[in-house]
Nanobody, 118 residues
Framework: VQLQASGGGLVQAGDSLRLSCAAS????????MGWFRQAPGKEREFAAA????????KYADSVVGRFTISRDNAKNTVYLQMNGLKPEDTANYYC????????????WGQGTLVTVSS
């Protein structure tokens, strides 16, 4: 599975963005999908994940109530709706496909940069 993230950009604090992650060369249907982010000079961290059937979601404490992960298996795409963006949300955002139970991710896309100005 190849993953392509898009939708990043430069926004102001309080704005919203929706990231998309489109899959090719395979289906995401049987995979849990996750979004991770890496800020400049920091390690990559978990942001959100969704199980293969959308029955389960989990979020990092730092994004709860502001970010929403969703998926459309028919379109082979996962989304991350980000509302109330803060400067500390500035990072490269990566999508990944893997296993819900172990939260191990096998396939990774390239990042899309989100920059939030104050």
């Amino acid at each position: 599975v190849q993953l392509q993230a898009s939708g990043g950009g430069l926004v102001q604090a309080g704005d919203s963005l929706r990231l998309s992650c489109a899959a090719s060369k395979g289906s995401i249907r049987n995979y849990a999908m996750g979004w991770f982010r890496q800020a400049p000079g920091k390690e990559r961290e978990f942001a959100a994940a969704i199980s293969w059937g959308s029955g389960n979601r989990k979020y990092a404490d730092s994004v709860v109530g502001r970010f929403t992960i969703s998926r459309d298996n028919a379109k082979n795409t996962v989304y991350l709706q980000m509302n109330g963006l803060k400067p500390e949300d500035t990072a490269n955002y990566y999508c990944a496909a893997g296993d819900w139970t172990s939260q191990r991710y096998l396939y990774w896309g390239q990042g899309t940069l989100v920059t939030v100005s104050s």
